[in-house]
């Protein structure tokens, strides 16, 4: 149900009819942009650079890569998916929607797994007569890693 001014709370409280609900508010955003991040079990973190999302109808239509940011907030939207893996002590790969605002980035979905489609470049393949393994890293680069990776 959507509240479009203050006069209208008392009647969607009353059709809720004492219903759980989530009230969420409206973010005046000029784009999003995602940041697919993984972490290891030791800590570490890698992140594509940020894609820039489009919607259409309410649904994820195309992910560009490099989102237009500029470097501080690209900057921010990687240090910010960091810093969530960390305090979720999150081992895995996990994705961050942002709302890009006149003022901030503003977290907007956590999509553990992933299920914000994967941007970036693909990795090379891994040599077959080597035991290394490619993971990502800022910016779409690709770092490698000895041995298998401890996530």
């Not at 290394?132 to 680069?141: E, F, H, I, K, Q």
Request: aromatic content about 6%; hydrophobic content about 45%; some cysteine.
């Amino acid at each position: 149900m959507r509240i479009d001014a203050a006069g209208d709370a008392c009647a969607a409280l009353a059709a809720m009819a004492g219903r759980p609900a989530i009230l969420e508010g409206f973010v005046d955003f000029s784009r999003e942009v995602s940041v697919i991040a993984a972490r290891g079990l030791d800590g570490s973190v890698a992140c594509f650079d940020p894609g820039e999302n489009v919607h259409r109808e309410g649904i994820l239509r195309t992910t560009t890569v490099p989102a237009r940011l500029s470097a501080a907030q690209r900057a921010d939207a990687v240090l910010l998916a960091g810093k969530i893996l960390n305090r979720l002590d999150y081992v895995g790969i996990l994705g961050v929607e942002l709302f890009v605002t006149e003022t901030r980035l503003l977290v907007n979905e956590i999509a553990p797994g992933c299920t914000i489609p994967a941007i970036g470049p693909r990795p090379p393949a891994p040599s077959t007569s080597s035991s290394s393994t490619s993971v990502p890293w800022l910016a779409g680069r690709w770092a490698t890693a000895a041995a298998t990776p401890t996530w």
